[in-house]
């Protein structure tokens, strides 16, 4: 099974985050997926972290090595495709790759922003629930 993720499930991941174990649990033996933006959203993070001072540099730059040592399989995406969807939906150009993935890709999407997982829904795409 391929499922698509984005930075929210990553981030809790590699930050420790109270859903992380739920998470591992419900990607095991899956391959994990995401367009090719997730590096530059990562490291967004990560600074934002960063400049917000929950983080300090040192910190940063080894939840980075840790982002890099994931398996992920980085698929290509339609650019035009996927500015379509954020105009047609009225969201950011970064939700729009991960939805444009899953659905170029028919695959499934597990994400923590509920945000992003009711849109995903509309738009006839599977999410994966974090919830038990």
């Known amino acids: 099974m391929r499922i698509v993720v984005d ?9 420790g ?3 992380k174990a739920r998470l591992i649990e419900l990607t ?8 090719p933006s997730i590096a530059w959203e990562v490291g967004n993070a990560f600074s934002a972290m960063l400049k917000r001072s929950r983080i300090n540099l040192e ?8 982002f890099q040592e994931i398996a992920l399989e980085i698929l290509d ?6 500015v379509r969807l954020a105009g047609k939906l009225d969201i950011y150009a970064y939700d729009a790759y991960v939805l444009q993935c899953a659905i170029e890709h028919s695959l ?10 009711d849109i995903a829904r ?3 795409i599977q999410v994966i629930e974090v919830e038990p």
Request: negative net charge; glycine residues 2%.
């Open 28 to 35: 095991r033996d899956a391959t994990i997926v995401a367009p």
């Open 7 to 15: 930075t929210s499930t990553v981030i809790a991941v590699i930050a």
């Open 108 to 117: 499934p999407l597990i994400s923590l922003d509920q945000r992003l997982n």
């Open 17 to 19: 985050e109270a859903e």
């Open 122 to 124: 509309r738009e006839g």
């Open 77 to 82: 995406i339609d650019l035009k495709a996927a």
């Open 59 to 66: 910190q940063a730059l080894e939840a980075i090595e840790v």
